[in-house]
């Protein structure tokens, strides 16, 4: 839903670096050369994804998920679309896309918030919002359903399974963070073993279930998906499906306040950590003008993070978890993973 571009710069260097931003967007010559060796790095990028078995399973989650609207679209597009476009495409992606009020500059570092301000007046100035409606992001449909790529000369099945989550400024957001953090990520190189905090990850070390997993919430505009993507033997994936379920019903119903607060504490470390540096602070602002329309400070979001309780928990997983359809994409040796009837039908208790 965003595109970014971004400069590094000693803080001398900052207007230089901004008046070469602004001219990246306003005044890019698109020159048929430079589009043409372009249209080569981009197959060589793709080349480069489909080689990357996470990156496919999720371009299959999304397109299984939200078949038939613009989230189902890989970011790169098929083969045929980056073969063919032109230097008119790119300009009315532009002249579309590119307006003030989609337009967030950010900074981070070495910069006073009102030279910035001054800056973007010098070089940002002059554009305008043009008689051109500014596109809306349409309300895209989330479809329980599933993909499978069997390949049996695979060593390892790589396998995602999400519910559709809550949008970037839903109420919702951040219990089912916390109920995110609280399912984790394990990887078998990492120690612990049957003294890890999460259940899921003492299971799969003691029973050897995967090799790794790793939850996730991505959210968009106004939906999101809500899963986990995981690494395992082909005779594994039956029982790691059976834990993993299991403990999603547990955080419906009977998840316990001392699991909850880990969770909390947990969530506020990963949050601080993913804040280190100025690249990733930066993108943070942009992202989060663009989504809330204001910068949400650390202490607020800290105060929102505390006043999540056991019972809020409870019932947002029940409300996005308890009897849903799951979006299901699978990638290898995906015999042993049970059929969509079955993941289903795990999806409750009685």
Not at 282 to 292: H, N, S
Request: hydrophobic letters at 40%; a negative charge.
């Amino acid at each position: 839903e965003q595109t970014v571009f971004y400069a590094k710069c000693l803080a001398n260097d900052v207007p230089a670096a901004v008046e070469i931003l602004a001219d990246i967007i306003q005044n890019s010559s698109l020159a048929e050369p430079e589009i043409e060796r372009e249209r080569g790095v981009i197959l060589r990028e793709m080349q480069d994804v489909e080689s990357n078995l996470q990156e496919v399973v999720f371009d299959h989650l999304h397109a299984t998920a939200f078949q038939g609207t613009p989230l189902g679209q890989t970011i790169l597009g098929p083969t045929k679309n980056i073969k063919k476009i032109s230097k008119a495409d790119l300009q009315q992606y532009i002249k579309t896309h590119y307006q003030p009020a989609r337009i967030v500059l950010s900074g981070a570092g070495g910069i006073e918030h009102g030279k910035l301000v001054d800056l973007a007046n010098k070089h940002l100035g002059g554009l305008k919002n043009t008689a051109m409606d500014i596109p809306e992001i349409s309300p895209c449909r989330y479809t329980g359903s599933e993909i499978r790529v069997r390949d049996d000369s695979m060593p390892l099945a790589h396998v995602a399974i999400a519910v559709e989550g809550a949008g970037w400024t839903d109420a919702d957001n951040i219990p089912l963070m916390v109920a995110n953090t609280l399912v984790g990520a394990w990887d078998r190189s990492q120690g612990g073993g049957a003294n890890n905090a999460s259940y899921l990850a003492r299971a799969s070390a003691v029973e050897n279930l995967c090799h790794s997993f790793q939850s996730f919430n991505t959210c968009y505009k106004d939906t999101g998906l809500w899963g986990i993507y995981f690494v395992g033997e082909p005779m594994q994936l039956d029982d790691f499906m059976f834990s993993l379920q299991k403990e999603w019903m547990k955080l419906c119903t009977t998840v316990t306040e001392g699991e909850v607060e880990r969770a909390k504490n947990l969530l506020k470390t990963n949050m601080l950590l993913q804040l280190d540096g100025t690249t990733p602070v930066c993108e943070d602002i942009g992202r989060q003008i663009l989504c809330y329309n204001r910068r949400i400070p650390l202490h607020e979001l800290d105060a929102r993070i505390n006043a999540v309780s056991v019972q809020n928990v409870r019932d947002v997983c029940y409300k996005y978890l308890f009897d849903k359809c799951p979006a299901v994409a699978a990638v290898g040796p995906t015999e042993g993973l049970p059929d969509y009837s079955r993941i289903r039908a795990g999806m409750y208790w009685l």
